[in-house]
């Protein structure tokens, strides 16, 4: 069994910074161990899922347009962790934040939510 554990969600107001961890546990080393990937998307009310950041198989970082320049994704493979620093916060970044990675399985984490308001 292998569960993404989020964290860091909170309410912030617009112009602050947040940093949401996610990292792989469980009972099945083996899965985790396989873990190849791991990405942030997010989802706000009355919208699609939609790609936040992730990592391209190269190592380079991938960021949705509306997030350049103010959010990093960063990773400790070693770790199975993958964390989001969310700067310059929007009402728009308003969402449910989830974690996503790849091994053996696809896996989602149980979401965190991020709201920005004043």
């Known amino acids: 069994q292998v569960q993404l554990v989020e964290s860091g969600g909170g309410l912030v107001q617009p112009g602050a910074s947040l940093r949401l961890s996610c990292v792989a546990s469980g009972s099945d080393f083996r899965a985790i161990l396989n873990i190849n990937a791991m990405n942030w998307y997010r989802q706000a009310p009355g919208k699609e899922r939609e790609l936040v950041a992730a990592?391209?198989?190269?190592?380079?970082?991938i960021y949705a347009d509306s997030v350049k320049g103010r959010f990093t994704i960063s990773r400790d493979n070693s770790k199975k962790t993958v964390w989001l620093q969310m700067n310059s916060l929007k009402p728009e970044d308003t969402a449910v934040y989830y974690c996503?990675?790849?091994?053996?399985?696809?896996?989602w984490g149980q979401g965190t939510q991020v709201t920005v308001s004043s």
């Open positions: 996503y990675a790849v091994g053996l399985h696809i896996y």
């Open positions: 990592f391209s198989s190269d190592g380079q970082t």
